[in-house]
């Protein structure tokens, strides 16, 4: 049988990045969350607030090993696997990436150790520092990545010379048209991804009957701020929607499963959709719902995908779409109903507890799902309408790809695991300093009270 | 000389002198923690901890060099890059399965239930040792120039290994500066053992690269270079040297001294690494692409020279902060 390797490097290039990104999601957004614990830790000098902040700085701190480790594979990758795409557009996205090292990477990695070590080394102000340059660190990296993640689908602020890009304007390249639309949903998504996972966590904590004052102030945060971050999510993603109509329109076809340009089109809840038979199977309709969020007219046209003459796959798309807004619309009950029992009762029926559990890694599978849907949707560019995947592809048997993905694949199922299981086991023994015994919880807030009052 | 600067045509030495200074950070500085991490496998169970916490604050930065090294090459040489990358895949691939397990085992073990503790110890070793072979490979694979001979593939072991054992040298050496006690005696050992190794090494590479190449070996040895080239191999055997007299007769009293071996094995990684850079310049890839060749357009390489040369010196600073903040001895790492 003949290994292809184009298939192979695309599995493994999507499975490294769909590890890593998980990763990335939750750090942006806890580095935030955890200057939040630290704010309110300085102006009320509640000892709470900081084992907030101790707790999940150690969360932050394996997340963050791990993105580290999985992003540099993938900086990798693009020259063992794609040597194409730096060839063609490597006067682009080089100075985006040395960008992001320079004035991201090295921030956050070198402010971690004082940030997560530190606290009784350095002035109390300078621990506070460290950690804001870590949240900006993580939230510039961010920024950079997905300015030339937008430019692959939105190139602009360039020209090609002897098949080299070459650029016009770094302005325009920067601030391409779905730059902030996707930055803007991004990060919402990794502010989701972190709150339900710190109410995950704080709800398993209480769960496990360790009712300790941070694990209700964690829970509380996690959970309203899901609250208000849905909504305004919901409304970017729809924006993003409109700037992917006007820019990638066979990709807006494929996630509403519009084979036909129509006007009035119906919005798809559910189908099977077959490329052979270029229909959708098993549809469930609503009536020219469809028309009326992308168009805001009820008979507003949706270009179809038999207009075009490359599209993406399908099926893939269609799904993946639907997970996330699925996804979306449980987180939206979950935490509205759960910011109104909280209001109500100040705390969260135990049912309720084991749904914010359940929902602890729901931010992930929504932000890969919707990676999945921008990322499938380009195909087959690899930058849309310069480089196609293929053509990016280097010189690589299929035989080491398959060796090689093989192990990515073993490191990362058994990474991921241990990941899970290894944040549930810190929060289970949290509150009990490893053991099962309460006096010996009281104690260790003692120890620690003694602690913090002699480095201030 | 207004002309050359006009054109850009200096830019891809700039990034070639960016690049290499990178490497040269990244050996030094993520040499001295996978050397450590390899150095764990000899050590005692309680050993273990404080020499982990020696490197705790540092290690996600000094990882982030290779990542600048490696994006300068994407960066500024795009076409060496993919060459190079794709001569190297296995070794790169196996070089990522190392640092994957070293950097998350790091974190793991201590926050994994204690009986899990010792497995990830033994990933960290492992990882650790697994990355700096292959790094050891690719070096010498590449001075080799990716010759798939056997003598070759022979050749790229034994600097495999003798990169491997610099790194323990210089890995030993930290600890000799980080710790106190039986542990910083056990360091002195180490440091002597891999000391001899790492300069079997060294010779190796220094007698080879001449002998496969004429163009090496004229740049070295025709008259009036070689007089202005002399203070490199001699500085080096000194530093060599002087780092056998002082590690014979570490530890000194009130432990005076205890940083003296990490920087005489700085300053040998620095000499060594100037007359490698003598040897291949002004080629990026040996014999087959040089410098210019492989280079991004000059426009590229402006914007981000502008940005490195704005964000390096604070980059500098914050790095040494961090090395002030966690100085002396190393203490148990706490996050509360």
Same mark, same amino acid.
């Given at each position: 049988m003949e290994l292809d390797p184009f298939l192979l490097s695309r599995i493994q290039f999507a499975a490294n990045i769909t590890f890593h990104i998980m990763f990335p999601s939750i750090t942006i957004a806890m580095g935030w969350i955890l200057l939040f614990f630290k704010v309110r830790y300085n102006i009320t000098r509640d000892q709470a607030w900081m084992q907030a902040y101790f707790f999940f700085t150690k969360v932050f701190a394996l997340s963050f090993a791990v993105g580290v480790v999985s992003g540099v594979t993938m900086s990798f990758q693009f020259g063992t696997n794609w040597p194409g795409f730096m060839l063609t557009v490597g006067n682009i996205a080089g100075p985006l990436l040395a960008y992001e090292v320079l004035t991201a990477f090295f921030l956050e990695a070198t402010f971690l150790g004082i940030m997560l070590f530190g606290f009784r080394r350095v002035p109390d102000w300078l621990h506070t520092l460290a950690t804001i340059l870590v949240a900006l660190g993580t939230t510039a990296s961010a920024f950079w990545i997905l300015v030339l993640n937008s430019w692959m689908h939105t190139p602009a602020g360039f020209e090609m010379i002897d098949g080299q890009a070459h650029v016009t304007s770094w302005m325009e390249v920067i601030f391409n048209p779905s730059m902030p639309y996707r930055l803007t949903h991004m990060l919402l998504a990794s502010g989701l991804t972190a709150s339900f996972l710190v109410a995950g966590l704080s709800a398993f904590r209480i769960l496990r009957d360790d009712r300790a004052a941070a694990v209700m102030k964690a829970l509380k945060t996690g959970v309203y701020l899901a609250a208000i971050l849905i909504p305004l999510q919901m409304f970017a993603g729809h924006e993003h929607g409109l700037n992917t109509k006007e820019y990638q329109p066979a990709k807006l076809a494929a996630m509403e499963g519009a084979w036909e340009t129509r006007r009035g089109a119906p919005l798809v809840l559910f189908a099977l959709p077959d490329e052979s038979e270029r229909a959708n199977d098993f549809a469930l309709e609503i009536p020219y719902l469809a028309s009326l969020v992308v168009t805001? !007219?009820?008979d507003g046209e949706i270009r179809g995908l038999? !207009?075009?003459e490359t599209h993406p796959p399908v099926a893939p798309v269609f799904f993946a779409f639907r997970l996330m807004v699925g996804i979306g619309l449980l987180m939206l009950a979950v935490s509205w109903l759960g910011s109104y029992l909280l209001l109500r009762d100040r705390a969260l029926p135990e049912y309720w507890l084991l749904a914010l559990v359940g929902m602890t890694f729901m931010g992930c599978v929504a932000t890969v799902a919707g990676w999945y849907v921008t990322e499938i949707g380009r195909q087959p560019w690899l930058v849309h309408g310069v480089l196609t995947v293929h053509d990016a592809?280097?010189?690589?048997s299929g035989g080491m790809v398959l060796s090689t993905l093989l192990v990515y694949l073993g490191i990362y199922a058994f990474l991921t695991v241990a990941f899970i299981a290894t944040l549930f086991y810190m929060a289970g023994k949290a509150g009990y300093g490893g053991e099962r015994d309460p006096e010996r919880q009281a104690m260790v807030g003692e120890e620690r009270m003694t602690v913090i009052g002699a480095a201030e | 000389m207004q002309q050359v600067f006009a054109d850009g045509n200096w830019l891809p030495y700039a990034f070639a002198f960016l690049m290499g200074l990178s490497v040269l950070i990244y050996t030094a500085l993520d040499g001295y923690d996978l050397g450590v991490g390899m150095l764990i496998d000899n050590a005692h169970w309680h050993e273990k901890d404080r020499m982990i916490a020696s490197i705790g604050p540092f290690w996600d930065a000094n990882e982030t060099w290779l990542i600048l090294g490696v994006g300068l090459l994407l960066v500024a040489f795009p076409a060496a890059h993919g060459l190079i990358l794709t001569e190297l895949y296995l070794p790169v691939a196996i070089m990522l399965f190392g640092l994957i397990f070293r950097g998350v085992a790091f974190d793991f073990r201590s926050k994994a239930p204690y009986q899990q503790k010792w497995r990830w110890n033994n990933r960290f070793f492992y990882g650790s040792l697994l990355t700096a072979l292959a790094q050891g490979y690719m070096l010498g694979f590449y001075v080799i120039g990716f010759d798939r001979s056997w003598a070759g593939i022979l050749f790229s072991c034994l600097i495999a290994v003798a990169l491997a054992s610099a790194y323990c040298l210089i890995g030993a050496c930290w600890l000799i500066m980080k710790c106190e006690g039986g542990l910083q005696e056990k360091a002195v050992k180490w440091a002597r053992y891999h000391l001899v190794n790492s300069v079997v090494g060294l010779v190796a590479v220094s007698v080879v690269t001449p002998l496969i190449s004429d163009r090496i070996y004229d740049k070295w040895f025709?008259?009036?270079?070689m007089l202005a080239l002399v203070p490199i191999p001699v500085t080096t055997g000194l530093l060599v040297i002087g780092l056998f007299l002082v590690l014979r007769h570490m530890p000194f009293p009130r432990d005076r001294y205890c940083w003296l071996p990490f920087a005489l094995t700085i300053g040998v990684y620095v000499f060594s690494f100037v007359g490698l850079g003598y040897s291949f310049f002004p080629y990026i890839v040996p014999e087959q692409m040089t410098i210019t060749e492989a280079a991004a357009a000059p426009a590229s390489l402006r914007i981000i020279l502008a940005g490195a040369l704005i964000v390096l010196p604070v980059l500098i600073c914050y790095t040494a902060l961090a090395y002030f903040v966690f100085r002396g001895k190393a203490t148990e790492l706490r996050y509360d």
């Open positions: 805001h !007219e009820l038999n !207009e075009f592809l280097g010189p690589v | 025709s008259f009036p270079a």
